[in-house]
């Protein structure tokens, strides 16, 4: 009778600390990631070290990969993708192979799910953010974004924690005291940080001048684009269905969705 409740609290055990890494667990609803439908506008990124020892980024709202069919409409047939990415931020720019996807200001290598874009917290933490949005959080805000996620695609409640805990940095634990000083920071009027643009209805830039872009019909110098829309790479805009023209980025409908950062 002991050892079979010594077995039973083992088990218990276990599944207490169980971690949610992988897409074979069953009655979980993934998003399909052929899009950026139901997938979190925000995931913190952890700081880690490479198989070489080099510092990295990992910034992924799932730990291991699997293949994913995306629709390509130039080849009009689906593609296949892995749904991570790996590069490196160098100077200031992060990069895979000869496409743009965010910034960071240190030199590490970095794995990102696709559908996104590094950048930068409103704390100043790393933070990937989706394709699509132009919201900027803190780090907290986040890690309550991606916390939200697991529960919505029905993460198991004893398995929640220890999930989270591979996504954030510092864990669980750092993520409950610091999410509080997080809300506060967001309604502090004293906030400097943008969290979103506005209208933009037109924007052109004229590929035969440096500095002649124009936003609503208005003159905007190119160091100030980033105050009427949010940067992007080129690549993102081509999995959204964009193009890119000079640079700015445009929809499918053109209209404007972003500027390529120089």
Not at 83 to 109: H, T
Request: proline residues 5%; hydrophobic residues 35%.
């Amino acid at each position: 009778m002991k050892r079979i409740i010594s077995i039973l609290l083992l088990i218990f055990c276990a599944n207490a600390n169980a971690v949610v890494d992988h897409y074979a667990w069953g009655a979980i609803a993934f998003p399909d990631e052929t899009s950026t439908n139901g997938l979190p506008e925000a995931i913190p990124c952890i700081a880690k070290k490479a198989f070489n020892g080099q510092p990295m980024l990992k910034c992924t709202w799932m730990e291991t990969t699997r293949d994913v069919l995306i629709w390509d409409a130039q080849r009009k047939q689906d593609v296949r993708y892995v749904n991570q990415v790996s590069g490196q931020c160098l100077r200031g720019k992060c990069r895979i192979s000869n496409a743009m996807v965010g910034e960071w200001n240190q030199d590490v290598l970095f794995t990102l799910s696709i559908w996104y874009r590094i950048g930068t917290s409103t704390d100043g933490k790393p933070v990937a953010y989706r394709v699509d949005t132009s919201h900027q959080v803190s780090y907290a805000e986040a890690g309550s974004i991606l916390y939200q996620f697991y529960l919505d695609i029905s993460v198991p409640d004893n398995q929640l924690a220890s999930t989270f805990d591979k996504r954030y940095e510092g864990g669980y634990a750092a993520w409950q005291a610091q999410k509080g000083n997080a809300q506060e920071a967001a309604q502090s009027p004293s906030s400097s940080a943008q969290s979103e643009w506005p209208d933009v209805k037109t924007a052109w830039c004229n590929p035969r001048m440096d500095d002649d872009c124009y936003i609503n019909s208005k003159k905007v110098p190119i160091a100030e684009l980033g105050k009427w829309l949010p940067d992007i790479s080129e690549s993102n805009a081509d999995q959204l269905g964009g193009h890119c023209e000079t640079i700015l980025c445009f929809d499918n409908d053109d209209h404007p969705m972003g500027y390529l950062l120089q």
